[in-house]
């Protein structure tokens, strides 16, 4: 009897149409799942203990192999892998497969093309280094027995690792490929304070072992107490000095002085590569420079009307240099600009229910960027679990800048989204674990801007300082294009901050370095914000009294980390369906 419903369901299967193309569907979806499954298991395995969103493990008991042999292997695996996924018809593909596909394929393209270009032998920039990464990943907690024995495997790993990473800074200084010397001067600090830290105590690495879980035994305690410091001693300060002396006397002496990234051999295309890796949109450079061009006229006629609205009299050039030096707009202390920092946030907890279905059940922490990496770092950063605030030199963080900072950095934007990916379990890995810069920093700006509707800018200084952040991320698009295809000077670029923003002078130092060390990811900060305005006006405008605020935000969110074209299709697929989020319990 089972035999005879066996073969009834058979001929059923291959007579009826729709079931029969319902399989190939199935067998194109398995395929694709079969190759992204396998290359997702092997990148963890092959860049485990690198820090980043896309590591699986918190610790990791080794660190990559960066050789020469190492890095063609990769390259030749991700060409294997290219050559798969155009063996498959995207058509063929289920609706949820085509959308992983689109994500998909454009991660394995950006990951062959930095590999083509051997991004690996400029593993630094202004305000980010492998070992500055390094060292953070030393201020994550560890749990259990397992995780200290983990990462005491790794730090025995140091010196291989470095002197890989050497070998190809070395390898890169020949053929001119490294940041420009002026964005690295002084950074060779961050390695002095592990090679040169006055204590055990005082070694970054050595955090972790400072306060240990009550849950592991005392005598536990003393053993990986004792076997931290024995590495540290023996393997991290010893590759620190030898970076150190190899930085000072041969990598910064030696780095390039000309800025731009079209001055990089075959420079025109490793720039347009890294628009598209960080816009994840086909423009040119041209089309970015008078993008920005015409955003920073209409921002700077807001910020006029702002201006007068405070009832300050005179010139906008007198008007920033108030803000830059009056007072009143500066914390004295750091506990200060922190708990401002954290009011703000706790402000935003009380709206969110009202803008966002899904809200992450992650929290995060508020806590100053780390004294030997501050002087070069950004204002601040998120992600999940922390909010950073750099509380370094306080007359350079103004106050009414520091909403649209907080609802960037933490919640509504990074501290918040990148969690909520984290927490779509049902989508491949890839999804949940990659980060996108146009949509994790459009998403961040947009936020900045949101931040007008949920009341959250008290004054209109406030309001200022979120139009200087929207005009300082348009000025970003004429800065880094004019920098890496235009021929700008470092000085003209620090005075078009300047004249069109009220930053900072050392954040505008700070900043432009940036964008000189790391060409591109400057333009995906307002771009990605473009994009994602311009679907929720699309949204509106075809909904009308259907559309809900809170279903477009959770659309965005839910779908991880995605490409611009790829979000773009999803919310015209929102729009079809009549504005349906994906909890529709929650709205």
């Not at 009011?343 to 969110?352: E, G, L, T």
């Not at 003209?492 to 009220?502: E, I, K």
């Not at 405008?541 to 773009?568: I, Q």
């Amino acid at each position: 009897m089972r035999k005879f419903i066996a073969c009834l369901g058979l001929v059923l299967l291959m007579s009826s149409p729709s079931l029969s193309a319902s399989a190939a569907e199935s067998r194109a979806d398995a395929r694709f799942r079969a190759i992204y499954s396998r290359e997702w298991d092997w990148r963890q395995a092959e860049l485990a203990g690198e820090i980043d969103e896309d590591s699986r493990e918190s610790v990791a008991d080794r660190l990559p192999r960066l050789d020469p042999a190492s890095q063609q292997a990769r390259l030749d695996y991700w060409l294997k892998v290219m050559a798969e996924l155009e063996a498959i018809k995207p058509a063929s593909l289920s609706a949820e497969g085509k959308v992983n596909y689109a994500i998909y394929r454009d991660q394995i393209r950006v990951l062959i093309a930095s590999q083509q270009f051997r991004d690996y032998e400029k593993p630094l920039n202004s305000d980010t280094a492998f070992w500055s990464n390094l060292a953070g990943g030393a201020r994550e907690p560890f749990e259990t027995v397992h995780d200290y024995e983990r990462y005491i495997a790794q730090l025995g790993q140091f010196p291989r690792y470095f002197d890989e990473q050497i070998a190809n800074m070395e390898a890169g200084l020949a053929r001119g490929f490294t940041p420009p010397r002026v964005t690295l001067e002084g950074r060779d600090a961050s390695i002095a304070a592990v090679s040169e830290a006055p204590s055990l105590e005082a070694n970054p690495f050595y955090t972790p072992f400072k306060s240990m879980p009550a849950s592991i035994p005392a005598e536990e305690q003393a053993r990986l107490k004792a076997a931290g410091a024995e590495a540290i001693k023996q393997f991290v300060v010893p590759a620190h000095a030898k970076l150190l002396v190899f930085m000072r006397e041969r990598y910064l002496p030696g780095a390039r002085v000309e800025l731009g990234a079209e001055g990089f051999p075959d420079g025109k295309a490793y720039y347009q590569s890294k628009i598209h890796e960080f816009t994840t949109l086909d423009l040119t450079a041209d089309q970015i420079h008078q993008i920005g061009l015409a955003e920073v006229d209409r921002i700077h006629q807001q910020m006029l009307l702002v201006m007068k609205e405070t009832g300050f009299n005179g010139e906008f050039a007198d008007f920033l240099h108030f803000l830059r030096t009056d007072p009143q707009f500066y914390a004295k202390t750091p506990d200060e600009l922190l708990m401002r920092a954290a009011w703000i946030a706790k402000r935003f907890d009380a709206k969110a229910s009202t803008y966002f279905g899904y809200l992450p059940r992650a929290r995060f922490a508020i806590i100053p960027v780390p004294p030997e990496i501050a002087p070069y770092y950004t204002s601040g950063r998120g992600g999940p679990g922390v909010y950073l605030v750099n509380t370094y030199n306080l007359p350079s963080r103004p106050l009414y800048n520091l909403t649209a900072l907080t609802l960037h950095e933490s919640a509504p934007g990074h501290a918040f989204q990148m969690p909520i990916a984290l927490e779509h379990t049902d989508q491949p890995e890839f999804r949940q674990k990659v980060y996108i810069s146009a949509y994790g920093e459009g998403w961040a700006l947009y936020c900045e801007k949101l931040g007008l509707e949920m009341g959250m800018y008290e004054t209109p200084y406030d309001r200022f300082g979120m139009l200087t952040y929207q005009m300082w991320r348009a000025a970003r698009l004429v800065v880094d294009t004019g920098i890496h295809s235009k021929g700008w000077t470092r000085k003209q670029a620090q005075d078009f901050l300047h004249d069109n923003t009220a930053l900072a002078d050392h954040e505008i130092l700070t900043e432009v370095d940036r964008y000189i060390a790391w060409p591109g990811q400057a333009l995906s900060y307002y771009l990605g914000q473009m994009t994602i305005e311009k679907a929720r006006a699309k949204s509106e405008k075809a909904l009308g009294p259907k559309f809900s605020l809170k279903a477009f935000h959770d659309t965005v969110l839910e779908m991880g980390s995605v490409p611009m074209p790829v979000l773009e299709a999803r919310i015209d697929r929102f729009i079809a369906e009549g504005g349906k989020g994906p909890y529709p319990d929650l709205e």
